[in-house]
C-alpha cells in the first residue's frame, strides 16, 4: 500500500490556488468587502504609518491613538489595514498591537478575518509565543472568532518552521485548550493532514494518518488531501498507486480527485493523459471547472502545444464557463514558454480592457518573457507602467526583479523597486534587501547599502547575518566605525524583541565593538 512507502521527491511543484482552496475551507474565501476610493486612501495612510513607524523605539499604541480616528475602526478597514500589513512583510508585533488597538477601541466586534490575518503575521515571523497568546485571549473574549482556518494557519507554520512532535502537540494543545468543548472529528483531522502535506512531509502525514484514522473516519477529502500532499512530490507513479487505494478503500473520486491527477499529468507535460481524464470525468457526469480546464491550458503550455491551449480557451463559453484572471494567466504562461511575448502582452491588454485586470501573477509571467525576448530595457519599460497602475507585485516578483536588476548592473532600477516598495508602505523581504546591499557594495556604493538596511531595520525587519558581515566589513575597511556603531545599535535593538534564528543578524561581539 502507498500509505506505507516512505520515500519521497524534494523537487517542488506549485499547487494552483483554486485547487488547494477547492479541498479546504480553512482558505476559502473571506468574502470580504472591498472598500470605496476615500477608504482605500485613508488604509494606504494608516498602513505606511505602522510600517514606518520607529521599532521597537516608540510605542505603537499612541501613535495609534494619534492618527486613527475612533470612526475608522470598521471590520473593513481594520481586515483591509492588517491584510496590507500581511502582504507588506511588517513586523508581526506591529500588527499584533494594531488588532489589540482596533479591539480596545473599536465599537465593533472583531471578525474572523482580522484575527486570522493577526496570527498569520505572527505565526509567518515565528512569534508562536505571540500566536498562542493571541489565540488563548481570543478564546476567552471572542471564541466565535476560532475556526479551522485558525487552526490550519497554526498548525501550517508550526509544521513548517518545527518539528513534527511540535506539530502534534499543538493540535493536542488547540484540542484540550483553545477549542475546548469543541468535539474534534475529521475536519479537524483533515486540517492536521493538510499542515504536513503542504510542506510536503508525507512520511509525517502518512505517521498520522495511521494513528488517527481508527478516531477520526476519513472521508473523500481527507483521501483528496493526501492525494494533493503526493502530487505536490511531482511523482505521478505516487498519486495514481494512492489514487487506486482511495479507490479499493471505498472513496468515490469527485471533481477535486480529478483536478489533482489531470493537475500532476500537466506539470509533467503528459497533456494527453490530461485529456484523457478530462473525457473519463465527463463520461462519469462530473462536469469540469473553470479550475479545470485552466489546469489543462497551463499542462498544453508545459507540452509546447500552443494550438491546444488556443482550443481550450476558446472552448471556455461553450462550456458556459466565464474566462477569468487565472484562465488567462494560464494562456500567457503557455504563449511565453513558446516565446511568443508579443501576444501574451496583447493578451494583457485584453485582460485590462474586460476590466479583468491583472495580478501578481501576471505580472511575474509577462516579466519572464519580457526578460528574455525585450531585455533590461523591456522590463524597465514594463516596470514603469506597474508603478503607475500602483500594482506592487508580490515576494517572488520583487526579488526576481531585484536579481535581474543587479545582474545587469542596473542599480538605479534596484534602487527605484526598493523605494517604491518604502513609498507605499512595503518593507521588501530579506531575500530582495540581501541582493540589492550585495550588489550595492561590490559598486562601491556601500553607503546607499548600509542606508538600506537602516530602512529595514527601522521597520522592524531583521537583515540577515551574512549582510551585516559583508557589511561590517566594508565599513572597517573604510574606516566608517561610528556607522557600524550606529548599525549595530540597531540590530542590538531589533533583537531585543524578534524570536530566535540563525538567520538574523546579532551585530557585533562585544570584543568587535569599534570606537570613534
Not at 28 to 46: A, F, K, M, N, Y
Not at 51 to 73: A, G
Not at 89 to 106: C, D
Not at 164 to 174: C, G, H, N, P, V
Amino acid at each position: 500500500m502507498l500509505l506505507m512507502r516512505t520515500t519521497r521527491s524534494n523537487q517542488l511543484y506549485q499547487i494552483p490556488q483554486k485547487l488547494t482552496l477547492s479541498i479546504n475551507v480553512a482558505f476559502e474565501s473571506s468574502g470580504q468587502s472591498h472598500p470605496c476610493l476615500e477608504t482605500r486612501s485613508e488604509i494606504d495612510r494608516v498602513t505606511r504609518i505602522i510600517n514606518d513607524h520607529p521599532f521597537p523605539d516608540n510605542p505603537l499604541h499612541s501613535t495609534l491613538i494619534q492618527h486613527v480616528p475612533k470612526h475608522l475602526l470598521s471590520n473593513t478597514f481594520v481586515e483591509n489595514v492588517l491584510g496590507r500589513l500581511f502582504a507588506a512583510h511588517s513586523n508581526g508585533l506591529k500588527a499584533f498591537e494594531f488588532f489589540k488597538f482596533s479591539l480596545q477601541h473599536s465599537e465593533f466586534c472583531p471578525s474572523s478575518d482580522a484575527f486570522e490575518k493577526t496570527l498569520h503575521i505572527l505565526a509567518r515571523m515565528r512569534y508562536f509565543d505571540k500566536a498562542w497568546e493571541l489565540m488563548e485571549e481570543i478564546q476567552q473574549t471572542h471564541p466565535s472568532l476560532l475556526t479551522l482556518k485558525s487552526m490550519s494557519i497554526m498548525l501550517s507554520r508550526i509544521a513548517k518552521f518545527q518539528s513534527y512532535e511540535d506539530t502534534l502537540e499543538a493540535f493536542k494543545r488547540m484540542e484540550k485548550n483553545i477549542f475546548s468543548g469543541r468535539q474534534f472529528g475529521v475536519d479537524e483531522l483533515n486540517v492536521l493532514l493538510r499542515a504536513f502535506c503542504t510542506q510536503r512531509q508525507m512520511k509525517e502525514a502518512r505517521s498520522v494518518f495511521h494513528q488517527m484514522h481508527n478516531r477520526f473516519s476519513p472521508n473523500t477529502k481527507t483521501m483528496n488531501i493526501l492525494l494533493l500532499g503526493f502530487k505536490e512530490s511531482g511523482d505521478v507513479s505516487a498519486v495514481e498507486l494512492f489514487y487506486h487505494e482511495m479507490i479499493r478503500r471505498g472513496f468515490k473520486p469527485n471533481l477535486v480527485t480529478y483536478n489533482i491527477r489531470i493537475d500532476v499529468y500537466c506539470k509533467k507535460g503528459c497533456l494527453g493523459d490530461g485529456l484523457r481524464l478530462l473525457e473519463e470525468m465527463e463520461n462519469a457526469n462530473i462536469p469540469p471547472t473553470l479550475e479545470t480546464i485552466t489546469t489543462l491550458i497551463h499542462g498544453a503550455g508545459v507540452a509546447r502545444n500552443i494550438s491546444r491551449a488556443w482550443e481550450l480557451f476558446n472552448e471556455i463559453s461553450t462550456r458556459n464557463l466565464q474566462a477569468d484572471i487565472g484562465v488567462y494567466n494560464a494562456l500567457i504562461s503557455s504563449l511565453i514558454r513558446s516565446r511568443d511575448v508579443h501576444s501574451a502582452l496583447m493578451l494583457m491588454d485584453e485582460m485590462e480592457g474586460k476590466g479583468i485586470g491583472h495580478d501578481s501573477m501576471t505580472y511575474h509571467t509577462i516579466f519572464i518573457g519580457v526578460m528574455r525576448s525585450k531585455g533590461i530595457e523591456g522590463v524597465s519599460e514594463l516596470c514603469h507602467k506597474m508603478f503607475k497602475r500602483n500594482f506592487v507585485p508580490k515576494t517572488r516578483t520583487i526579488v526576481m526583479l531585484m536579481k535581474w536588476f543587479c545582474q545587469n548592473q542596473r542599480l538605479d532600477l534596484g534602487l527605484g523597486l526598493w523605494g517604491y516598495l518604502i513609498d507605499r508602505g512595503y518593507c521588501p523581504h530579506s531575500h530582495a534587501l540581501d541582493l540589492l546591499i550585495t550588489g550595492l557594495c561590490s559598486h562601491g556604493r556601500m553607503k546607499e547599502g548600509v542606508e538600506c538596511a537602516k530602512q529595514a531595520l527601522e521597520r522592524g525587519r531583521p537583515i540577515s547575518e551574512g549582510i551585516f558581515r559583508m557589511l561590517e566589513r566594508y565599513l572597517v575597511k573604510a574606516g566608517e566605525s561610528e556607522m557600524l556603531w550606529k548599525l549595530d545599535q540597531m540590530i542590538k535593538k531589533l533583537q531585543t524583541v524578534l524570536p530566535p534564528s540563525r538567520r538574523y543578524a546579532v551585530g557585533l561581539a562585544r570584543t568587535n565593538l569599534v570606537t570613534t
